[in-house]
Structures are given as C-alpha cells and as structure tokens.
C-alpha cells in the first residue's frame, strides 16, 4: 500500500506535499522497512497504538493500520482502534496468525 502511494505521489509530483510515516513494532520488519522505503519516508520502531495515544490532535491525519498479529496489543485494543476511527478516515486490516 505505502509503495503504490508513494508511486503515484512521485507520478503526480506531490512528494514533498505530504509526510510518510511507516511505524512497525517488530524489530526485523522494521528493519526492512528502513531498505525498503526511500528516505522521504520517516521508519519507527514503535507501538503505532502508543504513538496514537500520545497525540491530542488527530483530525488532520490519514491512517492506513495493517496488523499482521494482534496478540499482546492489550485488551483495550477496540477502544483504541475505535478513537482512530472516529476521528480520522481509516483504513484498518487485521490477521491473526
């Protein structure tokens, strides 16, 4: 999904007009995330869930949540997910492996 945005960012030349952020929890994605995207993309090693909660203002972001495993998120995970939702457009994709 970033790839196919960032393609069409650089084609309609819009690459400076917008902030990429990727933010992964596991250590080896995160590492290839970090050969993976181009500079222009800023790459953390973190919770996004933490990072969500740290900010007061989220109306003027766009998220795109792709959970690969959803184990040891807590048990408040919905709660936290619905607060992105409700603020924001979303697009939300879960798997438990």
């Not at 393609?7 to 995160?30: C, G, R």
């Not at 970090?34 to 740290?54: A, G, T």
């Not at 690969?68 to 709660?79: K, S």
Request: hydrophobic residues 40%; proline residues 2%.
């Amino acid at each position: 999904m970033t790839l196919c945005l960032l393609e069409w960012l650089v084609f309609y030349n819009k690459v400076d007009k917008i902030k990429l952020i990727n933010v992964e929890i596991d250590e080896i994605t995160h590492k290839w995330h970090k050969l993976l995207f181009p500079n222009c993309v800023k790459k953390l090693n973190k919770n996004i869930l933490d990072i969500i909660d740290s900010k007061s203002n989220l109306s003027d972001k766009l998220f795109y949540l792709n959970f690969c495993g959803l184990q040891g998120q807590g048990p408040d995970i919905i709660e936290r997910l619905h607060k992105i939702s409700y603020h924001n457009a979303s697009f939300i994709s879960f798997s438990t492996r």
